[in-house]
Every structure is written in C-alpha cells, then in structure tokens.
C-alpha cells in the first residue's frame, strides 16, 4: 500500500535544526579545546618544573622573577600590582614571595613615592639566578616545546590565546579595564613576530 507523504517540515524548523547542529559542534570543539588546554597547563606545571628544579625554582617562580626582570618593572613593582600582572591572587602570590626573599633572590622595599606601599626588586643575586641560570634552561624548554613551530606558528598562537584570555578578563571583573597583564607586550610581539615572517624568504615545504 502507498504510503501518505509526509509533510515538508516548515524552513523554521530546518533553521532551529541546522543552529542546534552547529551549536553542538561548537560546543564539542570548545570541550576539546579547554580540555587541552588545562592538560597543557597542567604539563606546563611538571615540566616546567623539571626544567628549572636544579636551580631551586618553580614555575610560580619562574614567572615571578620574569615579571619583576621586565624593563617595565625596574623600579620594582607592588604585590597587587604583580598579583594582577600575573592573575593570581595576593594571598597565594604573598607566600610565593616570602619564600623567595627568604631565599635571597627578591627583597621588598619601602615605594619612595609611597612609604605606605612595597615595592618587590629583584636582588643582584636574584638577578644573577634568572639572567645567567634560569633564563638559558627556560629557553631550552621552549625550543623543545615548541618543536616544529615556525614563528607564525607561535605567533598565530599567541593571538588566540590573547582572545581567549580577554574574554576570560571579561567574566572575571566586568568593565574592568585594569592591567592588561601585559597583553601589550603581547600584541607588539605578535606584529614584530608577523612582520618579520612577512619579510623572510619563501621556501618549499619539505616532504
């Protein structure tokens, strides 16, 4: 027996299909992506370690001393003012320095402009520790990590994460245009990074 045909489903209905359907695969990437990128944070943490443990660092160290070495930062900075470069928070950032000016490698000194304020410096020793001992292991890390990049590579990378990061900023403090935690530094290296490629000779991929 024939059968009745069925009635053509409204163009309405195929839109809510077709949004439902994209939605899902956006949202099946977005999942991929912050799972990677917690894995990735997570090895950041071992294996940055690894990589600095000989001179006694971690990585809140690591990043601590990069943020305080910055010319940006040569007359010293203030814990909040380095809590919100470095997106932590000032309790967890307090022991992180304490230890390490116990260690010798910062010291914490009245702000000349604000008796009231502390500014954290680098000490000539701390100074030594990241310039001639930290920095030459951390770039060693990075040359194994990003194997097989180009700079475009990193560049382009570095341009999404800065999108993802400023969306984050956004949920975090609403309206709150404060420290870009120094995405400045970022963008201008993006550019120099993407003029630079722009200007390097062409050559065929390698099979």
Same mark, same amino acid.
């Given at each position: 027996?024939?059968?009745?045909?069925?009635?053509?489903?409204?163009?309405?209905?195929?839109?809510?299909?077709? %949004?439902?359907? %994209?939605?899902?695969?956006?949202?099946?990437?977005?999942?991929?992506?912050?799972?990677?990128?917690?894995?990735?944070?997570?090895?950041?943490?071992?294996?940055?370690?690894?990589?600095?443990? *000989? %001179?006694?660092?971690?990585? @809140? @160290? !690591?990043?601590?001393?990069?943020?305080?070495?910055?010319?940006?930062?040569?007359?010293?900075?203030?814990?909040?003012?380095? *809590?919100?470069?470095?997106?932590?928070?000032?309790?967890?950032?307090?022991?992180?320095?304490?230890?390490?000016?116990?260690?010798?490698?910062?010291?914490?000194?009245?702000?000349?402009?604000?008796?009231?304020?502390?500014?954290?410096?680098?000490?000539?020793?701390?100074? %030594?520790? !990241?310039?001639?001992?930290?920095?030459?292991?951390?770039?060693?890390?990075?040359? @194994?990590?990003?194997?097989?990049?180009?700079?475009? $590579?990193?560049?382009?990378?570095?341009?999404?994460?800065?999108?993802?990061?400023?969306?984050?900023?956004?949920?975090?403090?609403?309206?709150?245009?404060?420290? $870009?935690?120094?995405?400045?530094? $970022?963008?201008?290296?993006?550019?120099?990074?993407?003029?630079?490629? *722009?200007?390097?000779?062409?050559?065929?991929?390698?099979?």
């Amino acid at each position: 027996m024939p059968q009745r045909p069925q009635a053509a489903k409204p163009a309405s209905a195929s839109r809510k299909t077709l %949004e439902q359907t %994209e939605h899902d695969a956006r949202m099946a990437l977005a999942n991929r992506l912050f799972f990677r990128l917690y894995q990735c944070a997570n090895m950041l943490h071992k294996t940055g370690s690894r990589a600095v443990e *000989a %001179e006694g660092l971690t990585t @809140q @160290q !690591w990043a601590v001393l990069g943020a305080i070495s910055r010319p940006a930062a040569e007359r010293g900075l203030g814990i909040n003012e380095l *809590a919100r470069y470095l997106m932590v928070s000032r309790q967890n950032l307090s022991g992180v320095v304490a230890r390490m000016e116990r260690a010798g490698h910062l010291r914490c000194e009245a702000d000349p402009q604000d008796r009231r304020s502390r500014l954290v410096r680098l000490t000539p020793s701390g100074r %030594e520790l !990241w310039q001639q001992q930290a920095l030459p292991k951390i770039h060693g890390y990075y040359e @194994q990590v990003l194997q097989g990049f180009s700079i475009n $590579d990193s560049a382009h990378a570095l341009h999404y994460l800065l999108k993802i990061l400023d969306n984050m900023k956004r949920i975090d403090t609403p309206g709150n245009e404060g420290d $870009d935690g120094g995405a400045g530094e $970022d963008d201008a290296a993006v550019q120099g990074a993407s003029r630079r490629s *722009a200007r390097a000779p062409r050559t065929s991929p390698t099979r």
